[in-house]
């Protein structure tokens, strides 16, 4: 419970970290590609995104010009933000349609007739004056130019070969290419390849993706690693080929040569530990592989370590959430343990503010946040010793009665949990979730708040944050100061209170100040990484959910570093959980792929994982 001016913390969320403020949040689902055979060495596959900036035959048989990569994308778009809810993979699937985000689907079930828009039933229902789709009265909606966007998609790129060309690479053309690199002493000296790891987006590129749709995938890398990282400096990951498909980082820019640790939250024990947090990365990631043969041989040696290349966009899904996103940063157990190793006593700086207002606490409450159906109350500390670097709660409840109505009494409410964002020490952020009493848990209750972009609602530590606060804080103007000074509030506060109200709970435009204040630290760092700022395409969450679509042949082949044709031929030999692999136009939900996934690699001999031990 609170103590007087102050408060524990609330339950953080996705949106929820939209959290110190409020707002919706926007993420792409990547297309998926059409299969076909590919002989390994020679060609990429077919994309259902088509050709970057060039043209194709629409419906009328003359040459258009849609950059059929963005169309794609901004399609996938449309539907997941406006059919998704019923036809979705999780959906109740009317209308036989739960596959509403795969194109690829959509084409080879005849919902849409690639080059005739008109025939086509997606684009019939969602133009249609009566009877349209989504029902009438049903929000979101698609607007016209949604509409238009659908209907040109279909006209003039679905089932349009994309990047076909792509010279297939091979896992042995990667592993000399990072020998290589690992050999040139301009760029890597003999002590620093101990250090030395890589990534890889060489299977989106096999795949048959075009340059613009991996393209949001390195700003997810680049990203992700940097918003795990304890070191002051964003440094983004190198790409040591021309494609830009192989990257090279050096853990110590990360601090990820620091010993790896697994934090039991319940016991508050380290129940694993590892010789640097880039093995405990790779011992948690079910994609990573101990690739053999000679060149591999030279790699491990030289990187002295057994997994020195990951696959990017696994990365991106194990190390966003907890838990591994929790032991990566080292989050401890209860935020009175963070606090404390920032130097942070939320109850004194507030009874500071309070009795002598220093400046160094802001307070600010709101009656609807984005994020929940009730109250929401968030705080903002200056680190003591940083001046760069702050720190942010939230408090949230289940209702706005009683002792948590905080517009009745705003200093003694009695939260049902919190969130917390902090300063990096390279100026991005780390969040926290935490329940009523201030332990760590991995996901806030939904009854609390919620994460619009999650198809379960979910708000999950690390990705749901990151996905909402993509250009950093979220402006959201406080309620009850105004109200206050407006007499429009509904508490009865003596003179004394009122005081208190003015010294922790600035005017409007200072609030909104600290915000932009923080938001522009946060943007600067974003920057450095290499990351665009703002657009709809929050870089991480777009790769984690593209990452969760079901996985189809082509796509299976080429995350296993073998050719459609090849895994056609040995699918006999591999677990029967991935027979629908040759059955079926839409694969396998990447859950049953990613059980498989070791197991298949001893079999087709790619490398060694756990299940060949």
Not at 55 to 74: M, P, V
Not at 525 to 551: L, R, Y
Request: glycine share 8%; net charge negative; hydrophobic share 35%.
């Amino acid at each position: 419970m609170s103590q007087r001016f102050s408060s524990s913390i609330p339950l953080v969320t996705a949106a929820a970290l939209a959290l110190l403020a409020g707002g919706a949040c926007k993420t792409v689902v990547l297309p998926g590609n059409d299969s076909g055979d590919e002989t390994e060495g020679t060609s990429g596959g077919t994309s259902a995104g088509g050709t970057e900036g060039g043209s194709s035959t629409g419906n009328d048989g003359e040459q258009g010009t849609a950059n059929c990569g963005e169309l794609s994308a901004q399609t996938v778009n449309i539907l997941d933000k406006n059919c998704k809810q019923c036809h979705g993979a999780d959906s109740a699937a009317l209308g036989s349609i739960n596959y509403i985000t795969n194109l690829d689907a959509l084409i080879s079930n005849g919902k849409v007739v690639p080059g005739e828009p008109n025939n086509s039933a997606i684009y019939r229902r969602m133009a249609a004056t009566m009877a349209p789709m989504p029902p009438e009265g049903q929000e979101p909606r698609p607007t016209e130019d949604d509409i238009r966007a659908v209907e040109q998609w279909i006209g003039e790129c679905a089932g349009v070969t994309g990047c076909d060309a792509n010279p297939w690479m091979t896992r042995t053309q990667v592993i000399d290419l990072i020998r290589n690199d690992l050999l040139n002493t301009q760029e890597i000296s003999a002590d620093a390849r101990p250090f030395i790891r890589y990534f890889s987006l060489v299977h989106l590129y096999n795949y048959g993706w075009c340059d613009d749709q991996i393209e949001v995938y390195r700003h997810a890398l680049s990203k992700l690693a940097n918003s795990l990282s304890n070191e002051i400096k964003v440094v983004a990951p190198v790409p040591i080929d021309k494609d830009k498909l192989v990257f090279r980082i050096d853990i110590r820019d990360y601090d990820w040569d620091a010993p790896g640790r697994v934090l039991d939250p319940v016991s508050n024990t380290f129940v694993e530990e590892f010789r640097d947090t880039w093995e405990l990365i790779a011992n948690k990631d079910p994609y990573a592989i101990e690739f053999i043969g000679d060149s591999a041989e030279d790699v491990k040696q030289a990187t002295n370590t057994s997994f020195f290349l990951l696959q990017a966009d696994a990365f991106v899904e194990v190390s966003a959430q907890p838990p591994l996103y929790h032991d990566i940063l080292r989050i401890p157990a209860t935020r009175f343990e963070l606090e404390q190793s920032f130097g942070i006593d939320v109850d004194a700086n507030v009874t500071e503010e309070v009795e002598t207002n220093p400046n160094r606490v802001a307070r600010a409450a709101f009656h609807e946040s984005g994020v929940s159906e009730n109250h929401r109350v968030i705080e903002r500390h200056d680190f003591p010793n940083a001046s760069n670097r702050v720190y942010w709660i939230s408090y949230d409840f289940q209702s706005n009665a009683g002792d948590a109505n905080v517009f009745v009494d705003p200093f003694n409410f009695v939260e049902d949990g919190s969130e917390i964002i902090y300063s990096l020490p390279n100026g991005l952020q780390g969040y926290m979730i935490v329940d009523a009493v201030g332990f760590r848990i991995d996901d806030a209750p939904i009854q609390i708040v919620q994460d619009k972009n999650a198809p379960d609602g979910v708000v999950r530590n690390g990705k749901s944050c990151m996905g909402c606060h993509s250009v950093g804080m979220i402006n959201k103007e406080d309620d009850l100061r105004w109200e206050v000074d407006a007499n429009l509030g509904e508490g009865d506060f003596d003179d004394n209170e009122l005081d208190a109200i003015r010294a922790l709970y600035p005017q409007r435009d200072d609030y909104n100040g600290l915000l932009a204040l923080d938001a522009d630290r946060f943007n600067l760092a974003v920057k450095a990484a290499g990351v665009p700022i703002g657009g709809d395409k929050e870089p991480i969450v777009t790769a984690f959910n593209a990452f969760d679509e079901d996985v189809e042949i082509r796509r299976a082949a080429a995350e296993l570093w073998t050719t459609e044709t090849t895994l056609r031929e040995k699918l006999g030999q591999l677990s029967p959980d991935l027979d629908d692999l040759g059955k079926s136009q839409t694969g396998v939900r990447r859950d049953v792929f990613t059980a498989a996934y070791a197991d298949a690699v001893c079999q087709l001999k790619v490398g060694i994982t756990k299940a060949c031990k």
